[in-house]
Every structure is written in C-alpha cells, then in structure tokens.
C-alpha cells in the first residue's frame, strides 16, 4: 500500500503526515445528495480520496447514476447515506492500517451493510457492486475472514 498510495505515517508516530495529506488527498463531488450515516443532519458534498483513485471513482458515480438516474432509486438502495472514505486509522480491530487510512476506500450506505454481516437480499444492490468492480475496485462482501459490504476498496 505504501509503495503505491505513499505512507501517511513516515515517522511512525500513530499521526496523519499533514504532507502526505496535501499532495495526495483531492476531493471529489458527492455524485448525488448524502448525508453521514453517523450523523444524518451532516450534509456530503465532497469526499475525500487518495488522488490516484479519484478518477476511478467519479467513473463508478457515472456508472451508477446511468443505471439509476432517479433520486429516489438511489435512496430506495441506501447510497444516500455515505460511511466514510479517508480517515487516518486501523483496521478495525487490528495493528495494520486500513485501506481508508491511505484515501482509497469508501463506505456506502453502512446501516444496510453492518460490518461482519454476509451479503443477503436488501443489502448492497448487486448493481453497485459490479460498477466497482468494473473498475477493478474490491468489495468488502467478498472478504473472507469478516464481511464489510458497505466498503470498496481500489487495492487489494
């Protein structure tokens, strides 16, 4: 991960490198109104991701708007609520950091897709899943060891 993306910890003090920030972090327009699953009076209009992925992402939000054009269908599939993408941390649980730690994950609608929880009917829409995966992005739902399918990841 850090060859590729570049370590946003290079001095290993457990804190976000405000450098590494700066060059590698851009944003990207929310693709349709959200809000923070955490907070839901918390508007998104911009998600923070490592500059390599960024334009993969903002194709994969084109994908999904061409299949549902509609406001409404994207509710009715929970991706108006939005999880997270950058944030400097661990993987839940363990030493290692987590593929949000280096911008290039982001979590989709969360409360449909509790962490730990194996993909059935009413959760992740399969529809969004091989958007991702079309641009080589890799879904949570298929981890073997603890299911996470409100999260793509563009590594592996």
């Not at 570049?6 to 490198?17: F, M, T, V």
Request: with cysteine; hydrophobic share 45%.
């Amino acid at each position: 991960m850090a060859a590729f993306f570049g370590d946003p910890d290079p001095d290993r003090d457990g804190k976000p490198n405000a450098a590494w920030e700066a060059t590698n972090l851009v944003y990207v327009s929310a693709p349709w109104p959200m809000v923070a699953d955490w907070r839901p009076d918390m508007l998104i209009s911009r998600i923070r991701v490592h500059r390599r992925v960024a334009p993969s992402l903002e194709r994969v939000f084109v994908a999904i708007k061409e299949q549902f054009p509609a406001f409404a269908q994207i509710q009715s599939l929970g991706l108006d609520r939005f999880g997270g993408a950058y944030v400097f941390r661990n993987k839940r649980g363990l030493e290692t950091r987590s593929t949000h730690a280096f911008g290039a994950a982001i979590d989709l609608a969360p409360s449909r897709n509790p962490l730990g929880v194996r993909w059935r009917p009413g959760m992740m829409d399969p529809r969004i899943v091989a958007a991702f995966k079309a641009e080589g992005w890799v879904w949570g739902g298929d981890f073997k060891s603890r299911a996470d399918c409100q999260h793509f990841q563009a590594a592996r």
